[in-house]
């Protein structure tokens, strides 16, 4: 071996991972999730709560200490007065424009400071979590990223306390009736608990988001932390693997086996699924990909308890013996344009070569919906973006892919699957 061209390699390698972590470059590491149903909803405001120099800065600030305390206040008099009145407490809760607009700018002067902008550099950005706003100065990435946590929080409110539509219309809505007085008391217990712990709202921000996850929560609506962390779990055995994978001997990175639900109560698995399984293993045997990522999440039937990426993983494992190290799973995907966005995340978060393609695998007719211009127009509708720039089409149920880094950023409209 020619240690001195190899040391020389590692020399220019470590330089560039460097430069990019001085410019703030995302990891390719997992974020790591301590409270997943919060982290990945409200992630500004977790890193927040555990950056020592971060929450000692806003909490002293008077202008988000005032409005901290005004919050506070809220929630203690919704108790007061609002009885079985719903709504009364959604609106304590809620952020008016005019509070989103006193903690951006409060949040933008604060960005100022040497702790904050190291705060900005390396958490908010190293997290990929808010990667569409790479190129802003860091007080506007700061006052964007608040303005999607507050807006987010309204959202939770309006619709699991409000019942309002959520998107697309008509899915995805409250559980509970919220305008039954079954749902009110509950609504009493669980502001009684969540304003029990004075403790816990010191920063300005906590009284509504603790109200905002707790009614994700009281829902069940927990889909976005279930399963979560994945490398600690069902992808356990797929990380250890790809450390040691040599790419090169494959002509793609990932087959991406999009899911399909049953239309039926207690189907696990539909038979489309099965049938993009049998066209997933034979290009598997091929060596087409050292990996099969199958996605989808608890979607079809609404309220399903199975997740079609967990079931199919359980199909190729027993039914078609495809070892669980080479299944990487998405369980929370719930359409086909976050299929392809959270399969790019996985392959960023766990080191998959990024500038080599993947292919996309589903029936014929679904994949020629990916394929038309109208997919990355509700992509860009949806996201802002488009997950993938596509390849060659390379059989009726195959279409190559190059990811995008844009796919890191968190979705600030969506609680199930951000």
């Known amino acids: 071996m020619d240690t001195t061209r190899t040391g020389r390699v590692g020399r220019v390698l470590l330089f560039f991972w460097c430069c990019c972590l001085a ?41 988000l200490a005032g409005i901290g305390a005004a919050k506070r206040t809220a929630l203690s008099e919704s108790l007061r007065v609002c009885a079985a009145d719903v709504p009364c407490y959604a609106r304590a809760m809620r952020w008016t424009d005019n509070e989103i607009a006193q903690a951006r700018a409060a ?37 964007k990223a608040w303005e999607d946590a507050a807006r987010k929080m309204n959202r939770a409110i309006d619709i699991f306390a409000m019942g309002q539509a959520s998107r697309p219309a008509g899915t995805d809505l409250a559980v509970y009736d919220v305008k039954s007085p079954a749902f009110a008391r509950m609504m009493q217990i669980m502001v009684a608990v969540v304003g029990s712990d004075p403790r816990s709202f010191e920063l300005f921000f906590q009284s509504s988001l603790h109200f905002a996850v707790e009614l994700l929560r009281l829902h069940g609506r927990d889909d976005a932390g279930r399963h979560e962390p994945l490398e600690a779990g069902e992808n356990r055995a797929v990380v250890a693997r790809m450390r040691a994978t040599a790419w090169g001997q494959f002509p793609y990175t990932m087959i991406v086996v999009l899911g399909s639900g049953p239309d039926r109560d207690g189907v696990a698995l539909s038979a489309v699924g099965r049938l993009r399984l049998i066209l997933a293993v034979r290009e598997f045997h091929e060596k087409r990909a050292p990996f099969l990522l199958v996605s ?28 669980e190290s080479a299944i990487l799973v998405d369980p929370q995907a719930r359409r086909t344009t976050t299929n392809l966005r959270n399969a790019v995340r996985l392959m960023y978060r766990y080191g998959v070569p990024f500038d080599r393609k993947g292919l996309i695998l589903t029936d014929q007719l679904h994949s020629a919906t990916i394929e038309a211009p109208a997919f990355a127009e509700r992509c860009v509708r949806d996201f802002g973006y488009v997950p993938v720039r596509m390849g060659a089409r390379v059989s009726p149920f195959d279409l190559e892919f190059i990811p995008s880094i844009d796919s890191l950023h968190a979705d600030a409209l969506d609680l199930l699957d951000p």
């Open 296 to 323: 989808g999440g608890n979607v079809h039937p609404n309220l399903t308890p199975y997740s079609e990426a967990l079931e199919m993983k359980k199909a190729l494992i027993t039914q078609f013996g495809i070892p």
């Open 107 to 143: 949040l933008g002067t604060l960005a100022g400071n040497a702790a904050m902008n190291r705060f900005v550099d390396s958490v908010l950005r190293q997290s990929g979590m808010f990667q569409r706003y790479s190129a802003d100065a860091n007080s506007v990435l700061v006052q």
């Open 23 to 63: 410019v703030g470059a995302p990891a390719h590491a997992p974020l790591e999730l301590r409270n997943p149903l919060q982290d990945k909803n409200f992630y500004l405001l977790s890193a927040i709560e555990r950056t020592p120099a971060a929450r000692a800065l806003i909490q002293v600030d008077p202008t």
